[in-house]
Nanobody, 118 residues
Framework: QVQLVESGGGLVQAGGSLRLSCAMS????????VGWYRQAPGKQRELVAS????????KYADSVKGRFTISRDNAKNTLYLQMDSLKPEDTAVYYC???????????WGQGTQVTVSS
């Protein structure tokens, strides 16, 4: 099974930046899609950004376009989320996600808290 371990969350003021990392136990190139989701209190988990590993096509939630950047380091098997111009509404637990295999098996990290103060 693929293991995912997030790091990099924390408390930051509005307008600040954070970079999340997700260390994966498998080669990113062996996965179908990798990405970041978030879940705020009382809300459903939502997609933040994702990469289709074959080709590198990216997808972003409208709310983060132009502020967040998803990237990967294949040599380190690590996925990143650079978050700039953070807003209080970005406060949530951020989860790393990987989909792999013929049946798109879904794996989640344990989550990392991001809190943006106004």
């Amino acid at each position: 099974q693929v293991q995912l371990v997030e790091s990099g969350g924390g408390l930051v003021q509005a307008g600040g930046s954070l970079r999340l990392s997700c260390a994966m136990s498998a080669r990113i190139s062996s996965l179908n899609v990798v990405g970041w989701y978030r879940q705020a209190p009382g809300k459903q988990r939502e997609l933040v950004a994702s990469i289709i590993t074959d080709g590198g096509s990216t997808k972003y939630a409208d709310s983060v376009k132009g502020r967040f950047t998803i990237s990967r380091d294949n040599a380190k098997n690590t996925l990143y989320l650079q978050m700039d111009s953070l807003k209080p509404e970005d406060t949530a637990v951020y989860y790393c996600n990987a989909k792999y295999g013929a049946w798109s098996t879904n794996r989640w990290g344990q989550g990392t808290q991001v809190t943006v103060s106004s």
